[in-house]
């Protein structure tokens, strides 16, 4: 018998991992996110630019499986790599985005390097120059919002 039936007799059965846990909440993380909201409120109610800006996930460049679908002639499926080796990789991509709060846009950067603060200044530069400053030609503060991962540590 093998184990797979075992377990399934047993009562098991596969699963993938589920984030479920968090860890201990900080006493005083409501009174952050209010303080974050009412900036937010604040920026907006003097037509003032509010991004929220993030690293996506890091993606091999290559001929490399990934967990999307495309549109190919039927029977025709494009062909891959059995393994995902990185250093058969021409690089990673890697998605900066910035969303734009009031303006409900976004815009995405993607390098090919590293997820460094200087792609993020970069990045949000490429923005202001493309879409920011078109759209608050009288801006004279913006304010970001972001996590502490990645670029934006």
Known sequence: MSVG?????????????????????????????????????????????VISVDTKKKELVGPFRNAGREWQPKGRPEEVNVHDFPEEALGKAIPYGIFDMSRNEAWVSVGRDHDTPAFAVASIGQWWKTMGQPAYPRATELLITADAGGSNG
Do not use: C, T, W
């Open 5 to 49: 039936k075992k377990l399934h007799e047993l009562g098991y059965s596969l699963h993938a991992l589920r984030k479920n846990l968090e860890g201990a909440e900080h006493p005083d993380r409501n009174a952050q996110f209010e303080y974050i909201s009412a900036m937010v409120e604040n920026f907006q109610a003097r037509k003032q630019p």
